[in-house]
């Protein structure tokens, strides 16, 4: 059996409890369909929409490459 992880919009961790995940936005696709954008039960109020279309991709680059901030 296949689990399905989600990362919190506002900590961008990892949630591993299942029955901890909410739903809190869908975001369109560019190219495609969207996606879904979970959070933490205890973060979901806490979750502001991105002003920048392209703020979600420079978090990720930003963890890869070891950068803070972005």
């Known amino acids: 059996m296949t689990t399905t992880l989600h ?3 506002y900590c961008d961790g990892l949630i591993t409890d299942p029955g901890d995940a909410v739903r809190i936005a869908y975001e369109d696709g560019m190219s495609g369909p969207g996606r879904i954008v979970w959070a933490h ?3 979901a109020h806490l979750v502001t929409p991105d002003p920048r279309p392209l703020a979600l ?3 990720i680059r930003a963890r890869r490459t070891g950068h803070p901030g972005s």
């Open 57 to 59: 991709l420079a978090r």
């Open 7 to 9: 990362m919190c919009r």
């Open 41 to 43: 039960r205890e973060h």
